[in-house]
């Protein structure tokens, strides 16, 4: 079950966490794009590997073999990693205020 606004609960699975993510990360950088320079920019890095992190967990759970779900997996891993890279950047440069982006991390 996805947890929204109106069902504050915690969702268990990875499925769940990972759409949950993405859906923040899709709320945030519809704010962001709305400014222009370099938040811009990295608004768009972070919309493509914030929203793959689920996309590639998803692609997992089709997997046609035991390494193919590895791979997937490990996608998801490094896309997950670099995610936190360009929120990391975003609250170092003072671009975006640190509250609305802790919580991400």
Known sequence: MIATSQQPFAPED???R???F??????????IER???ARRTIANQLLRLGTSVGANIEEARAASSRADF????SISLR???ETRYWIRLLMDAELIDRKLL???L
């Open 14 to 16: 990875i499925e769940d």
């Open 18 to 20: 990972t759409y949950c």
């Open 22 to 31: 993405a859906l923040r990360i899709v709320k945030l950088c519809l704010s």
């Open 35 to 37: 400014i222009p320079g």
């Open 70 to 73: 590895g791979s997937k997996m």
């Open 79 to 81: 896309e997950a990693r």
């Open 102 to 104: 802790e919580p991400l």
